[in-house]
């Protein structure tokens, strides 16, 4: 009985040694910067079902910057993309589609998981620090109460027609003055 029980004991202890215990829960952060708008939606996805619950939500709310957080609790490797969520309604703006590649890897060293984030653009044509969305206010038609070129020409005008009285004067003068001597 003795022997059955030690090697209990013993089998226990090599299971809970050989079974590595969770370390503590930490984040990866990925930056993100939207310009041109006060605030906007962003979508994070990927293929892969242990990255998205590595997600606290798919979509996030970024006021002009903020950060998507990422959690894992071992060596990972994830990869992602990251887009823009476009309003439907019309808007006066011109939405950034940029659509970005993000990996995130997280490696044991020693007895502590460190991550690293990499942004890539464009289909990794293009390494980034952070995933920037840059927002443009659409150009407004000219309408045609643009006046400058009419007041202008009416300028023009007026200093023709001052100038035409002024010589009808001078003329009238000088006749005056040769009928008078």
């Known amino acids: 009985m003795k022997v059955i029980l030690k090697n209990i004991i013993i089998l226990c202890a090599v299971i809970l ?3 590595p215990l969770n370390a503590e829960q930490s984040q990866a952060i990925i930056p993100v910067e939207i310009t041109g708008v ?17 997600l606290k939500s798919s979509q ?15 060596p990972v490797d994830y990869k992602y993309t990251v887009k ?8 006066d703006m011109i939405y950034d589609t940029t659509i970005y590649d993000v990996e995130v890897f997280v490696e044991a060293t020693d007895d502590t998981l460190v991550p690293h984030v990499v942004v890539w653009k464009d289909g990794r044509s293009e390494k980034c620090d952070k995933v920037t969305f840059t927002n443009k206010k659409k150009e407004q038609p000219k309408t045609s ?14 200093m023709l027609g001052i100038s035409i009285v002024v010589m009808i004067g001078m003329i009238l003068w000088k006749r005056r003055q040769s009928e008078n001597s």
Do not use: H, R, W
């Not at 939606?41 to 990927?46: A, K, T």
């Open 17 to 19: 040694f050989a079974i």
């Open 60 to 74: 996030f709310t970024i006021n002009k910057t903020g950060e998507i957080t990422v959690d894992y609790n071992e």
């Open 145 to 158: 109460t643009d006046t400058s070129d009419t007041a202008e020409a009416g300028m023009y005008l007026s």
């Open 84 to 91: 823009q969520i476009i309003p439907d309604e019309k808007s």
């Open 38 to 54: 006060e605030s906007g939606l962003v979508e994070i996805d990927s293929e892969d079902t242990k990255a998205n619950k590595a």
